[in-house]
C-alpha cells in the first residue's frame, strides 16, 4: 500500500513563503502524476498544481508566479515551493499520485494559514 506523508504546513504572514513535502513510501517512477490539492474550509477541494511523469506542469490560475510544483526522484519526494502567500491561500493541502494503473493516492494533508 503506498503511503504519502506531508509536511511543512503552518502559520505564516501574508506575503511570506512555506515549502511543503510529500514523501512517498515508493519510487516516485511508479507515479505518471503527483499533485498538490488543497481545501479551503466550507469549499470543494481543488488542484493547486500538478507534473507528470513527462515534467509538463500545470497551475491553477490563482497560485501562477507564486507557487512551484518540483521533486526529487532520489528522496521520493515532491515539492510545493509557496511564495507571496496570501489569506486565501489558507486551506488544508493535499498530496495526491496516480499510477497508470488506476492507483490514486492521497496523503492525510498538511495546515498552512496565512495570516497576520
Known amino acids: 500500500q503506498v503511503r504519502l506523508v506531508e509536511s511543512g504546513g503552518g502559520l505564516v504572514r501574508p506575503g511570506g513563503s512555506l515549502r511543503l513535502s510529500c514523501a512517498a513510501s515508493e519510487g516516485l517512477f511508479r507515479f505518471y502524476k503527483n499533485a498538490w490539492y488543497r481545501q479551503a474550509p466550507g469549499k470543494q477541494r481543488e488542484l493547486v498544481a500538478d507534473m507528470t511523469h513527462g515534467s509538463e506542469i500545470k497551475y491553477a490560475d490563482f497560485v501562477k508566479g507564486r507557487f512551484t510544483i518540483s521533486r526529487d526522484f532520489g528522496d521520493n519526494t515532491v515539492y510545493l515551493q509557496m511564495n507571496t502567500l496570501k489569506p486565501e491561500d489558507t486551506a488544508v493541502y493535499y498530496c495526491?499520485?496516480?499510477?497508470?494503473?488506476?492507483?490514486?493516492?492521497w496523503g492525510q494533508g498538511t495546515t498552512v494559514t496565512v495570516s497576520s
Open positions: 495526491n499520485m496516480k499510477t497508470l494503473l488506476g492507483g490514486d493516492y
